[in-house]
């Protein structure tokens, strides 16, 4: 402790518990883990001088962004908690290669802030994004919105500084075209805080589209909805985003301040947005619009100017925030499912909802099959607590069955790992374990978390497994 | 079989056609001492040439044939040993096609086209192998089938063993199955070759100013003059496909019209340009870092998968 408050002076090391507090949950609700302690360094190279003293002293520690992660991967259970959020310079942005370098604690909002001078922006667009950092991001493989068109985060990394949980420097990167080479780079961004700790991520911009053109289509059967999100997919239409909201997202959002003007007599409503250059726009938001139309759409309104689209936006972007508002807790989840299987296994979810006396509320990536059937609930009432996760182990059961997997962009964190065997029988959770050990062989970077411990064969055999 | 004194025998070709029999090859060939040198069906000599001559060669041809494909999702998964020209004619009957498209035939493999991350001329519009993956079933070099990813578009369940495999040369574990992403074909899918002055700084300026958009093609290539000669092109060194609605491609159109005159192609012309791969391949030492090291100790501790192709463990 003391070497540590050498690194990053006295005050960024808090232990009284009152401090420790604020740093004892993310964003999953309903459980709280109290790290050891807390540390919080300013630079890059006090990272790493923390991560040396804590692998000398032999101690386990989590990282951790601006703790927005739905799946408990920040928690940090009686270990030390690394925070990143002082970190947050953009170092460079170079408006001509199109590359942005940035420190993990920086906000993802933020980076698109400092690239929109050169009509440039960050693609990946978490609903979170005004508060989850880039490195939070990497970690997760962070989705949103607008990765039906652009792609998720592992599509925008392009390199990276790392320390490795034995305070080894190393750099990975995109191989290039040319070059014959792994791809450890691909491997990290999504390996949710166990493979390392980024120090600097090097990541694309994106031009910002010519023209957009944002559509509201109302439906009043689920059902017709699902129908027409897998139409226009098939159309090969490919929208910048297309999310789904049914009935109980509507009436959350359209009683609170985010209040989108979103008709509240529909099912569920589809928010499509067509983006790129002017020349062709309007015809492909007239195809889409007549498909709509054709699965039964009562209605489809296009927004008139960039007001009207913020608007129309802000209610899905605040759609988790509105549903919090409706009980003390909110249980959201992430699942994938194929794209066609959508209608029936929405049909599914309800009537599992039902059966436990809960309430469904789904807001989500649905041209990506990327469900989020979320339930507001009280999370201190042990019966309907137990009621919530009967209901939403049953929707993650009938997600694997049907093809598709339990996260699309949340991550297993702590929360997930019950679901991992069913999802990956056999031999692929070990190799999962290799590839972390590669990393971490002394496994110090978040322990327990993503993949079940006792999945991992040489863990096993190790003398001291379960003692 | 090497029988000593420089005497070799040419070892037979091991030739399995399941997942499991593969896996039964990589034990007994762990017990046994030996290596593998993993192939497709043979096409790209250079991976082969890399791979060590004392390893038996082990050809994933016959396990081939595409395992799932839902055209209304998109994706399609295929067994590693199915080649290219399946995968477009199967997507093409429903108006799909695979991205991937890469620099050489489309007589290869899928197998070899991820192992060996091969992108092609039209990588930056439609994604390199590492963007087009969603899944993938490998056997390592102990002999252990492993999945990561899945079937679905977007995943995050678990360590990514798909970006690990991708472009790992077969070293780290066989792939024996691809989960992939595919592309509705566009409206309109136009090759065009411009009549311009690709020596030009100038000229240049403005190609890359088409390029980065708003109107994106699939593809803008210069290419030398040689090349357009064997390619039937005349004096046109600019070869561009745009793909999108009418009224896209029809205004990218008119703005190549303003870099010289544009001529209309049948789009077998890009078959043909894709067969002269314009890298030389650069391979590094992959496994010359610490942690790279332990990655290829953790999946081929034996070292018997494709020795050599990507250097050996140095550290
Ligand atoms: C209202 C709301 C809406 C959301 N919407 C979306 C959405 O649309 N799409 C989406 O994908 N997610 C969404 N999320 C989830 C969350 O915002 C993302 O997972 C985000 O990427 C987490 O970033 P963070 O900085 O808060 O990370 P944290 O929660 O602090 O940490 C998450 C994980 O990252 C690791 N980590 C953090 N920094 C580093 C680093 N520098 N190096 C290595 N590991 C690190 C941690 O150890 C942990 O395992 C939402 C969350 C909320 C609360």
């Known amino acids: 402790m003391e070497t540590l408050r050498r690194i990053v002076g006295d005050r960024h090391v808090l232990t009284r518990s009152s401090e420790l507090l604020v740093y004892e949950n993310d964003a999953l609700p309903g459980y709280h883990k109290r790290p050891s302690l807390v540390v919080l360094p300013g630079t890059a190279d006090e990272v790493v001088a923390v991560v040396r003293a804590l692998y000398a002293a032999g101690l386990q520690w989590v990282a951790r962004g601006a703790g927005t992660g739905l799946s408990g991967g920040a928690l940090a259970d009686d270990v030390v908690l690394l925070g990143l959020h002082r970190l947050k310079k953009i170092i460079s942005v170079d408006p001509i290669a199109r590359l942005a370098v940035v420190e993990p604690g920086v906000v993802n909002a933020n980076l698109t802030k400092a690239a929109t001078p050169f009509g440039l922006h960050y693609a990946p667009d978490p609903s979170s994004q005004t508060a989850c950092t880039i490195g939070g991001n990497v970690a997760e493989n962070a989705g949103g919105p607008h990765c039906l068109k652009y792609g998720v985060t592992l599509n925008h990394v392009q390199a990276a500084t790392v320390v490795l949980p034995d305070g080894e420097i190393v750099k990975l990167a995109v191989p290039a075209d040319h070059e014959a080479a792994l791809d450890l780079m691909g491997a990290f961004v999504g390996s949710e805080g166990c493979f390392g700790v980024a120090l600097d991520v090097t990541v694309r911009l994106t031009p910002n589209p010519e023209g957009i053109r944002t559509m509201l289509a109302d439906f009043s059967s689920m059902d017709d909805a699902a129908r027409a999100t897998s139409a226009i997919i098939a159309a090969g239409i490919l929208p910048a985003a297309l999310e789904l909201m049914d009935q109980a997202t509507i009436a959350a959002v359209e009683a609170s301040v985010y209040a989108a003007g979103y008709p509240t007599d529909c099912a569920a409503v589809l928010l499509v947005e067509v983006d790129g250059p002017e020349c062709g726009l309007d015809d492909d938001a007239a195809a889409i619009a007549a498909l709509c139309r054709e699965c039964g759409a009562r209605d489809v309104r296009t927004a008139r100017d960039a007001t009207d689209r913020a608007r129309l936006w802000q209610g899905r972007k605040k759609a988790f925030g509105a549903m919090g508002r409706v009980a003390s807790h909110l249980a959201v989840q992430d699942a994938v499912v194929p794209r066609t299987r959508l209608a029936p296994i929405l049909a599914r979810i309800a009537e599992i909802g039902t059966r436990h006396g809960v309430h469904v509320c789904n807001v989500f990536h649905a041209g990506d099959g990327n469900l989020h059937p979320n339930v507001p609930y009280n999370a201190d009432d042990p019966d309907e607590n137990a009621r919530v996760h009967s209901a939403m182990k049953e929707i993650m059961e009938l997600c694997i069955a049907e093809g598709g997997t339990i996260s699309g962009e949340h991550g297993v964190g702590f929360d997930k790992l019950p679901y991992m065997e069913k999802l990956f029988p056999g031999d692929s959770l070990d190799a999962m374990c290799r590839l972390r050990d590669a990393f971490d062989p002394l496994r110090r970077a978040n322990p327990g978390k993503v993949v079940p411990s006792h999945a991992c064969r040489e863990w096993i055999s190790a003398p001291g497994f379960g003692s | 079989m090497d029988l000593g004194a420089g005497v070799r025998v040419m070892s037979t070709v091991l030739t399995p056609s399941t997942t499991d029999e593969l896996a039964s090859i990589v034990r007994e060939s762990v017990a046994a001492h030996r290596s593998l040198a993993v192939r497709g069906v043979g096409s790209w000599s250079l991976a082969l040439a890399r791979a060590s001559a004392a390893a038996t060669p082990l050809s994933m041809a016959k396990m081939s044939g595409i395992v799932e494909y839902v055209p209304g999702d998109l994706t399609l998964t295929a067994r590693a040993g199915t080649t290219l020209v399946e995968i477009e004619a199967a997507t093409r009957a429903n108006g799909q096609w695979c991205p991937l498209l890469p620099w050489g035939t489309d007589d290869g ?133 745009v793909g999108g609605n009418a009224a896209f491609v029809a205004e990218s159109v008119r703005r190549l019209g303003e870099l010289g005159t544009v001529e209309a192609h049948a789009p077998e012309l890009w078959a043909h340009y894709r067969e002269r791969d314009p890298y030389r391949r650069h391979f590094t030492d992959a496994y010359a870092t610490p942690l790279a090291a332990r990655v290829k100790r953790k999946f081929d501790p034996h070292g018997i998968l494709n020795p050599n192709v990507l250097g050996e463990v140095t550290s």
């Open chain 2, 109 to 241: 493999t899928l197998g070899a086209t991820f192992a060996t991350a091969t992108t092609g001329p039209f990588r930056a519009a439609l994604g390199a192998p590492r963007d087009i993956a969603i899944g993938v079933e490998f056997v390592d070099g102990t002999g252990a089938i492993a999945r990561g990813g899945g079937r679905v578009v977007k995943n995050v369940a678990g360590f990514d063993l798909t970006r690990l495999m991708v472009g790992s040369w077969g070293t780290l574990g066989v792939i024996t199955e691809i989960s992939m992403r595919l592309r509705a074909l566009p409206a309109v899918d136009s090759t065009l070759v411009v009549q311009c002055d690709v020596e030009d700084p100038a000229v240049l300026a403005r190609i890359d100013a088409f390029r980065r958009g708003p109107y994106v093609p699939l593809a803008c290539e210069c290419i030398g003059a040689a090349h357009a000669m064997t390619l039937g092109l005349g004096e046109a060194r600019l070869l561009v496909r």
